[in-house]
């Protein structure tokens, strides 16, 4: 996780050593996604999504949608996520897609 007390930092160059070193450790065979925590966190989904990586936001991580204005929900990041992404030029997975790049069952095969 970057941005938090113990974790890596939430600099560009953080994020390009993270993703040099699994270059170098796991080729091209990985899927990969930064988690931001605090105000940091879309900069650095912008960051993971304009390298090719996933992204993830919510209120678990973050209160905030952009400087000084909190989110009043998880889907007020996932919208602001999103028109990063897509003003990147890049495209968003379904949610069946994202089941099937993260090998999920769905909720339709799973007993509870």
């Given amino acids: 996780m970057f941005g938090i007390l113990g974790g890596i930092g939430t600099h560009p160059e953080d994020v390009l050593h993270m993703k040099r070193t699994a270059d170098r450790l796991f080729g091209n065979d990985y899927r990969w996604s930064v988690l931001g925590a605090g105000k940091d966190q ?3 989904a912008a960051m993971s999504a304009s390298m090719g990586g996933n992204v ?6 973050s209160l905030w949608l952009g400087r000084g204005t909190l989110a009043e929900s998880n889907a007020a990041q996932v919208r602001q996520a999103r028109q990063i992404i897509e003003g990147l030029g ?3 997975a379904s949610p069946n897609e994202a089941r099937e790049i993260l ?3 769905g909720i339709g095969k799973v007993r509870f």
């Fill in 42 to 44: 879309l900069r650095l």
């Fill in 103 to 105: 090998q999920l069952k």
């Fill in 90 to 92: 890049l495209e968003i």
């Fill in 56 to 61: 993830r936001v919510g209120l678990e991580d």
